[in-house]
């Protein structure tokens, strides 16, 4: 069971809107190149009306494994950028079913709680992640000796519970996470709800969700879906199926994990608009660029830094493009914190402050587009 520790005060909660570090060197140029209208904004305030600017909240997952404490109750700098420059909040790990579900016969909502909270203390909306996936399930679910009818039941309480508790206070969910895979099939040997209960269960999550919070706009997301390919092919079919049976289905999101040794997805654009023409909202909900550091000291290099602001750029440019594209989040803001380098060997330097805080030119990038835009 985890506990969330004093220092999670209301005094941290309402973190008093103060003025970041002063920048060395890689900050200093970027400044150069950013109007002086741009760099003396934070990213929430430079948006355009009606779109959020978000950041996954650092907990759980790999942060487990680490010798540091829990980012979200332990590091006051660190809270300090969360609620100065974002308007939007998605918990890393603490709303999976791996997190709120130790046992069959209980909820810990702490964590999940402690976000909303900070959220609606910081004026910042929050990305529900994620109800139904085929990861980070609690070992009880993925080897426990379940009928049919017992998992049908176990996933509809579970997200009538879940969704119910913070019904008017969560502005979006992935319902459905990452339930195709890159050939457009879908998961099923994997995902435990499409294996056991058949595809048709998508439906009724959405279904569920939606009675347990009618204001939630409801999203499909994965990852890997960035551009127009098999796999976002399958998703606009199933996309539109969803909605010829009247299925309440809002929104469809990429996570938009990038790397730059490949191509930025320059399609990225018109893979979002078509699924705006269907009348869904879309989201950019886990944008990082990870690069395996070229430059010296095993340090990117200044190239290599230009180039990943210039993917941030493009990516939130296409998401200002497209009119139903008002969620952009990125997947951590400091790589003091980042999945990444836990994930990918020889990469890393995903986010746009370094793990000192230190903001990146991918930092003034999105200043500077938000604030051209907005
Ligand atoms: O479950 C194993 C456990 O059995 C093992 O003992 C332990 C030892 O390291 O690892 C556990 O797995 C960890 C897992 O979280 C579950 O807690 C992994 O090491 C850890 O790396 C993993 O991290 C999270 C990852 O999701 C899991 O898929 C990351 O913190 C989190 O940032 C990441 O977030 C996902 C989004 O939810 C969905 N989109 C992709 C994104 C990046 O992978």
């Known amino acids: 069971m985890r506990t969330l520790p004093a220092l999670l005060t209301a005094t941290v909660l309402a973190l008093p809107l103060v003025t970041a570090v002063a920048s060395p060197l890689p900050e200093a140029e970027a400044r150069t190149a950013a109007p002086a209208s741009a760099w003396h904004h934070r990213l929430r305030e430079a948006a355009p009306e009606g779109m959020v600017i978000g950041t996954a909240v650092a907990g759980g997952g790999h942060h487990e494994d680490q010798d540091y404490p829990d980012p979200f109750t332990h590091d006051r700098r660190y809270l300090r950028h969360m609620s100065q420059q974002f308007s939007s909040l998605s918990p890393e790990n603490q709303m999976k079913w791996e997190f709120l579900r130790p046992d ?182 886990e944008l990082d660029v990870r690069m395996a550091p070229d430059g010296r000291h095993g340090r990117p290099s200044r190239e290599q830094l230009a180039q990943q602001a210039d993917y941030y750029r493009q990516a939130l440019e296409a998401c200002l493009n497209v009119e139903g594209c008002r969620s952009f989040t990125i997947w951590g803001f400091t790589d003091k914190y980042s999945w990444v380098p836990h994930f990918f060997e020889d990469e890393g330097y995903a986010t746009v402050m370094t793990d000192r805080f230190q903001r990146k030119p991918a930092f003034y990038a999105l200043l500077r587009t938000l604030a051209h835009a907005g």
């Open 104 to 285: 069959q016969d209980t909820y810990d909502f702490a964590a999940a709680d402690a976000i909303v909270e900070y959220a609606e203390a910081n004026g910042q909306v929050v990305r529900g992640h994620t109800l139904l996936w085929h990861s980070q399930n609690p070992d009880w679910l993925e080897e426990g000796d379940f009928s049919r009818e017992e998992l049908r039941t176990l996933l509809r309480e579970h997200i009538t519970t879940v969704v119910g508790r913070y019904s008017g206070r969560i502005d979006q969910w992935d319902v459905a996470n990452e339930i195709f895979q890159e050939d457009g099939e879908l998961r099923t040997e994997e995902n435990i709800w499409i294996r056991e209960l058949g595809p048709g269960i998508i439906a009724d999550a959405f279904r569920w969700a939606h009675e347990a919070d009618p204001s939630a706009e409801l999203f499909l997301n994965d990852y890997n879906v960035d551009g127009v390919n098999p796999k976002s092919d399958a998703y606009y079919a199933f996309a539109q199926d969803l909605l010829e049976q009247g299925v309440p289905l809002h929104g469809f999101s990429t996570q938009a994990h990038l790397s730059l040794q490949y191509a930025f997805p320059g399609d990225l654009e018109d893979n979002l608009r078509r699924f705006d023409e269907l009348g869904l909202n879309t989201a950019i909900t």
